[in-house]
Structures are given as structure tokens and as C-alpha cells.
């Protein structure tokens, strides 16, 4: 095994609101190598957005930050602004949600693309966009050239990710943060959005964070998954391992949620009942506990740590992990 | 362009012009602004009379060959006049709502981004300039300096300064936290960058709708200020000043007053007119996004 290329180390994040300090990401240890893909899977709220702007350096001001965020063998935390921009503008860039805020309304596609190609590659204007007609090519955009005169607004949702996907592998990044990527887009559009990520993953050798809170858009994709709820990750494990067996009742709930085709109609989802705990007034015990089937007097009681199941690599954090005899299929 | 088409085997199309219809309301009025322009800058070039040159002979003279638009209340040519007055008009009119784009648009920008302490200071600052009594400022200004037109564009420049601010720090605010200006940073642009590339084409939009309504205030307050009589010093001529010595004579040639206040009012609305439509035009955000 390599050195991971990305170390997260206990990293919590505070947001000071008028009903108190709000935890939004609580002490999470992560790690991810050059060329793999990390999963990272929770519902709305749950820190997923603010644990990966912690990783860019970009949470809002009045935010506080701890703990440490190795890249590259520099803890990003501690790096002074300008080696900071330097070295976001070298090795990282990010993809977001909605392809209608995440383009600038105003200025045409080219100019944005080209823009950034010769900030980062010090290109000059022709090369430049030479190369912006082969990265728009590259993500599939037919008649690129065309495009680059266009205005974000004139292009559909699936075009507008894919040029989004262009701009951020411009600089060729080493590390892509993919923020809930196909959340705004339909299901067919969604596939191919998430295929062309990893096939441009697989071609620059780059490492991968998806953050979604669709447990099946990291199945086939992912090498690994974290499970993170109320701030916190509550399961980790390699993707096979965690679909095969999965002790934490939170992803298997999770899992449950999933609509599936061949259910019949009218068939109620099973939803996970209730709602995740007040982040500005954290519970005693698992957070998950008063949504939980399983939970008992000693979830009530105390914080399960995360442990390692049958793998070393395979983390939960459950006092009463599910026995399941066999894997869901994923 | 037809080799490019044919080539293409894929149902792209082109990007889309979208039709410029204009409609006959613009050109007029571009029409005027054009003209009026043309005299304006032309004016010392063209064979008009002296309008500082008086015949006390030919007071309030109606329309006549060697007049055409007659003499005012001091015998002094009233087309040559009016042109003339055009200049000082529309300089002040152009030049002191720059000097608020410029000053309160980069300060506006710099607090809706950086926010902070530097914002509070400057909202708290721009809302003490507006609560100052305008005229008494310009009237302060005057008495100190003296009246002329540097001065006068300086004064009208400085009390639009707050309002600019206003809009394009309003403007900046609700952008600075999208997603775009996010991803930006995430690329590694710097705060310069990010002021000048992502944020300033955006902002610049409503600031030049704002610029252009500002123009045709600013040219109304000239016109009162000189009727005031703290405007141009005779006996240079502005419209203003030139509406408030007609008022003199409302009653024998209401012509005086009325003539440049036409000119006036035809360019403010004008410049409305065009701004509307150019904004229209060049705004290439869909709706309102």
C-alpha cells in the first residue's frame, strides 16, 4: 500500500448559530490513495458538504476547524493562504450539486474554460483554446466548438455538469471532490455523468471523493465507502465488503430507502421514521439511537466508537451490530 | 459558415442569435441622443452665434431668420444657447455618475466580498453621506470653492457615490456565496481574480441600468442646482440655469423656460429609453435566473 495521498485526521467542524455552537462534521478520520475513489454517503444535514469543504479550506468564515488535513504530505489546515490558493489551483478542484448556480450566469462557456486553462497551464489564448475544445470533446459534449460561444443557459442540466466536470479537470487536479454530482439531474443522465467521472478518474490517475446520499450511485463505483450520520462516520468499509455485510443499522436502513423497480406500485417506502438529533444539542449516546430498530438500554447511554469488524479495513460504530447470514445484493 | 453546417451530422445547432427587434421607440431616440451628442461636441465648430453675446436691442426676440429659436431676456441667441447649454448639461450629466460607478461600484464590491469590519464601515459611512442634506453639502462645497464645472461634476459625483455602493454591494452579496464563485476558489483563484472575473460581470450589469438612470437624474439635478443658481456661473449656460432665468419671463415668452426643459426631459427620456433596451439586449443571464 502506498502513502494515502489525502489524510483526514479527527476533524470536527463547529458553526457558532444563535442556538449554539452547531457540530456539523465531529471528529472523522479518513484516508484516501492516488486513483481510488471514496465514497462518502449520509441524508441531508449530515456534514457530508461541510467535511468536504473542510478538505478545500473553504468552509464559511465564522466556521472553526480542528484536527488535520494531510494532502500531499502538508497539513492544509495549517498552510498559509497563498501556498494554499497555489496548490488548490495545482491539485484539487470540485464539482457541485446544481449546474445552474455552479457555472457563471454571465460569461460564456469558453471564456470560463479558457480562462482557467491558461491561469493554470499558462497556456496562451489559441492553445488555450485548442484545449478547451478537446476537454468539452472529452466529457462528451458534441460540437464543442460551438459551445464555447454559448452561455451556461443555453445548454441542458446533463451539458451544463458535464462543462462543470470540464472546468474542474482543466488544471488536472489530483484530488476531484465531486459534491453530490448527479443529485439535480434525471436517473439516465445520472449514469452517464457518474461513468464519465470515472472514466476521466481512471485516465489522469486521480484520486475521487463522491459525496451523495444515494447509497447505489457509489455501489458500482466507489472502492470505498464512509457512512457518515450526525457528523460523524458511522460505517466504513471497502464497497464489497460493506454491501456484503453491513453491521450498521443506519446504512442498512439507508440501503432500505432506495426505491426499487421491481417492487409493485403504491408499495410505501420504508422510509427511516423520525429525524437526525438537533446538531446544536448532541446526544449522550449514538445519535442514531432514537431512529434505531435495534437500539437498546446502552445506546441510550454511551457513544459506540468505531471498531473494526471481520477486516481491519471494515470500521463500525454500533454496539448491536446487524447479524445478516447473507449480503444484500447491491 | 455552410462548409461548418454541412459537416456537422449531429442535430446541434448553432448557437442561437436571438432577434434583435428593436422596435421604432429605440431608434428615435437613439436618433436624438445622436444628435444631440453631435452639436454638443461640435458646437465651437459650428456657425452659431456667440451665446455669451447680448443685444439689449433684441430682448425675448421671437423666431426669425437671423434667430431661429429667438433671443432670451438678455438678448442673447437662444439655439446658440441651448447647445451650448447641451455641453455643460450632458458632461455633468455623463461625468459625475462615472465618478460614482467607479468609486461606489469597486466599494461596494470590496464589502459585499470581503464583508467584516471593512463593510460596516463603509455601509455606516455611505449612510451618513446620505443622510446629509444634498443641497446643503453642494451648497457648502460651492461657497468654499467657487462655482464651476469641475467642481460641480465633483459634488454630483461624490452624493452618487452612496447609492452605487448600495446596488453593487446588494448585487455582490447575493453572488458571493454561489457555487461558482465557490468552485472558483476551489481552482485556487485568488481574491482579485475572483472580484474582477467571476463577480464584476455579474455586478456590472445592474450597475449599468442604475449608471444610466443615474445620468438622467444627475442632468435634472444640474438643471436644479443651477436654477438654484449653484450650478455653471453665468454667463455660461446650462439647461438648468437656462430654465431658471426663463422664469422670468414665463408670462411675455414662456418659450424660454419651456424650450430647454423639452430638451431636457426629450434626453433623460432617451437615455431611458436606450438603456431599457440595451440592457435587455446584452443581459445574457435567461430570465431571472
Redesign the interface.
Known amino acids: 500500500m502506498s502513502t494515502p495521498l489525502l489524510t483526514i485526521e479527527d476533524v470536527a467542524v463547529e458553526l457558532p448559530t444563535p442556538r449554539g455552537n452547531l457540530r456539523a462534521v465531529d471528529h472523522v478520520d479518513l484516508s484516501l490513495e492516488a486513483g481510488r475513489t471514496l465514497g462518502i454517503v449520509g441524508e441531508s444535514g449530515c456534514g457530508k458538504t461541510m467535511l468536504s469543504r473542510a478538505i478545500l479550506q473553504l468552509l464559511p468564515k465564522k466556521a472553526k476547524l480542528s484536527g488535520r488535513v494531510m494532502f500531499d504530505g502538508q497539513d492544509l489546515v495549517r498552510l498559509a493562504p497563498e501556498s494554499l490558493r497555489r496548490l488548490r489551483a495545482r491539485d484539487l478542484a470540485v464539482v457541485f450539486q446544481d449546474p445552474m448556480t455552479s457555472l457563471n450566469p454571465v460569461l460564456t462557456i469558453g471564456t470560463q474554460l479558457m480562462e482557467t486553462i491558461q491561469e493554470h497551464l499558462e497556456l496562451d489564448a489559441p492553445a488555450a483554446r485548442k484545449r478547451s475544445i478537446e476537454l468539452l470533446a472529452a466529457v462528451g459534449i458534441p460540437a464543442p466548438e460551438q459551445r464555447l460561444a454559448q452561455y451556461p443557459h443555453q445548454c441542458s442540466g446533463g451539458m451544463r455538469q458535464r462543462i462543470a466536470i470540464a472546468i474542474a479537470l482543466s488544471c488536472e487536479p489530483k484530488l476531484l471532490i465531486a459534491d453530490e454530482p448527479t443529485t439535480a439531474l434525471d436517473v439516465t443522465i445520472q449514469a452517464q455523468i457518474l461513468d464519465l467521472l470515472a472514466r476521466e478518474q481512471r485516465r489522469r490517475h486521480m484520486a475521487m471523493i463522491i459525496i451523495t446520499h444515494d447509497l447505489g450511485v457509489v455501489a458500482g463505483r466507489a472502492d470505498e465507502v464512509a457512512v457518515m450520520y450526525a457528523g460523524r462516520v458511522v460505517e466504513r468499509a471497502p464497497t464489497q465488503a460493506l454491501f456484503r455485510r453491513m453491521h450498521m443499522p443506519y446504512t442498512e436502513a439507508l440501503l432500505a430507502a432506495i426505491p426499487k423497480l421491481e417492487t409493485a406500485p403504491h408499495t410505501p417506502l420504508p422510509a427511516i421514521s423520525g429525524r437526525p438529533p438537533d446538531p446544536t444539542r448532541p446526544l449522550k449516546g449514538c445519535s442514531f439511537a432514537p431512529r434505531c430498530r435495534y437500539a437498546a438500554g446502552r445506546c441510550h447511554e454511551a457513544k459506540p466508537d468505531l471498531k473494526a469488524a471481520e477486516s481491519p479495513e471494515h470500521l463500525y460504530a454500533c454496539f448491536h451490530p446487524i447479524q445478516m447470514a447473507e449480503g444484500v445484493g447491491a | 459558415m455552410a462548409t461548418l453546417e454541412l459537416s ?1 451530422q ?1 442535430e ?1 445547432s ?3 442569435r436571438r432577434k434583435r427587434k428593436l422596435g421604432l421607440l429605440f431608434w428615435i431616440a437613439s436618433l436624438w441622443l445622436a444628435v444631440i451628442l453631435t452639436l454638443a461636441i461640435l458646437a465651437p465648430l459650428l456657425p452659431l452665434q456667440n451665446p455669451v453675446d447680448m443685444d439689449m436691442l433684441e430682448r425675448r426676440a421671437a423666431f426669425s431668420s437671423d434667430h431661429w429659436l429667438g433671443t432670451d431676456g438678455l438678448g442673447r441667441d437662444e439655439l446658440a444657447r441651448l447647445i451650448f447649454g447641451a455641453r455643460v448639461s450632458l458632461t455633468v450629466g455623463l461625468i459625475a455618475p462615472m465618478i460614482g460607478l467607479g468609486i461606489g461600484g469597486a466599494l461596494g464590491l470590496l464589502a459585499g466580498y470581503f ?2 469590519r471593512f463593510e460596516t464601515l463603509m455601509v455606516g459611512s455611505m449612510d451618513v453621506l446620505l443622510a446629509f442634506p444634498p443641497l446643503v453639502f453642494a451648497l457648502a462645497v460651492t461657497a468654499y470653492l467657487g462655482q464651476s464645472i469641475p467642481y460641480l461634476t465633483v459634488i454630483l459625483g461624490v452624493l452618487g457615490i452612496p447609492a452605487f455602493m448600495r446596488v453593487s454591494r446588494a448585487a455582490t452579496l447575493s453572488l458571493a456565496r ?3 464563485v ?2 472558483a ?6 481574491h482579485a ?1 475572483i472580484l474582477l ?2 463577480l464584476l ?2 455586478v456590472i ?1 445592474p450597475l449599468l441600468a442604475f449608471f444610466l438612470l443615474g445620468v438622467a437624474v444627475t442632468i435634472v439635478v444640474e438643471g436644479a442646482l443651477s436654477f438654484l443658481g449653484l450650478g455653471v456661473p453665468p454667463p455660461m449656460a446650462s439647461w438648468g440655469s437656462m430654465i431658471g432665468e426663463g422664469r422670468d419671463s414665463l408670462d411675455v415668452a414662456p418659450r424660454l423656460a419651456f424650450l430647454p426643459a423639452a430638451g431636457l426631459f426629450l434626453t433623460v427620456l432617451a437615455f431611458n429609453l436606450v438603456g431599457d433596451t440595451m440592457r435587455a439586449l446584452t ?4 430570465g431571472a ?1
Open positions: 456537422m449531429d446541434v448553432a448557437p442561437v464583508r467584516g454561489r457555487e461558482f465557490i468552485a476558489e476551489a481552482l485556487g483563484a485568488s481574480r472575473r467571476e460581470p455579474n450589469l443581459d445574457p443571464r435567461q435566473l
